[in-house]
């Protein structure tokens, strides 16, 4: 059996998530809505307001070193504690994409120290990256980001959030945007 790598994130009237928070950071926000689905399927959800897709993919940004330093302390997702959520669907601009690969990569680790960042939030944070840029230009977001922490570990989350907000690779984001999730079985 193959393991999924296309994911949908739809909100609307139905899912496990409940939908704190929906927040613009840079650019335009995502309408509201009151619960988030995360599936694997193509069919649409009933009613939903916004469904954005994405795909995990190769890792570009990491050394050999730092995958293997990642994958010994960073959990799964699904975790029964990790009833917490947040997704971060970004958008970086036409300068980063117009850099080459190295260049990222340099700005990235070399300068922004990403990988250090959040091996600090590990393993209380899991997460998971999807690529929107191999899905097409139609796509509002290069990359949907989503995460999953225990409610204890929301102020470390808000501190990595910070963080990496505050390195020179967020100066190629023109659009980002926070929806924050609680996780219950109300709207499954």
Known sequence: MQTPRLFHFSAGPLGPWHIEQVRAVRGDALPAAERLS???????????SWTLRGITSNERYVERAERVQLVSVQEGLG?????????IPIRKSAAWWQLTQDERRAIF???S?????GLRYLPAI????????DLGDSESFDFLTWFEFAPSEA???DELLAA???TP??????????????????GV
Request: glycine share 2%; hydrophobic share 40%.
């Open 109 to 111: 680790e070399a300068q």
């Open 79 to 87: 975790r029964p504690h990790a009833t917490c959520a947040a997704l």
């Open 164 to 166: 990496l907000r505050e």
């Open 113 to 117: 120290r990403h990988t250090a960042i």
């Open 126 to 133: 899991a997460r998971r990256l999807h690529h929107c840029r």
């Open 169 to 186: 690779e967020w100066a190629f984001v023109e659009r980002e945007v926070e929806v924050r999730l609680v996780r219950d079985d109300v």
């Open 38 to 48: 995360v599936h694997t399927n193509a069919t649409s959800l009933p009613g939903a």
């Open 155 to 157: 102020p470390a989350f």
